[in-house]
C-alpha cells in the first residue's frame, strides 16, 4: 500500500526486464520467485537488501544494482546468471 515494500512479483508477467520502483526500500524474501521470462532486474541504490528475493528464475542473465554497476549474486535456480 506504501509502495516501500516489494511483497510480490507476479511469475507469469511477460516481461522481461524489471526496474525496481524508485519508491521501494525493501524487498521480502523469495518476492521474485519463478519469473522465468525475466532476464533481467535492475535495483536501484536506496534499496536496503535483496539478497534471498530471487529464486527459480531460469533466463535471468544479471542483476544490475544501480545504473553502471552489475552485480555477481547466486540466487538459487537461475542457472543463467553470469
Known amino acids: 500500500a ?3 515494500t516489494l511483497i510480490y512479483y507476479p511469475p507469469v508477467k511477460k516481461d522481461t526486464i524489471f526496474a525496481l520502483p524508485s519508491s ?3 524487498i521480502m524474501p523469495f518476492a521474485i520467485c519463478n519469473a522465468n521470462n525475466l532476464r533481467e532486474i535492475i535495483f536501484h541504490d536506496s534499496i536496503q537488501g535483496y539478497g534471498g528475493c530471487v529464486s527459480n528464475c531460469r533466463n535471468l542473465r544479471r542483476y544490475r544494482i ?3 554497476q552489475y552485480e555477481k549474486l547466486n540466487p538459487l535456480g537461475c542457472p543463467n546468471l553470469h
Do not use: H
Open 2 to 4: 506504501d509502495m516501500k
Open 24 to 26: 521501494v526500500r525493501r
Open 66 to 68: 544501480s545504473a553502471n
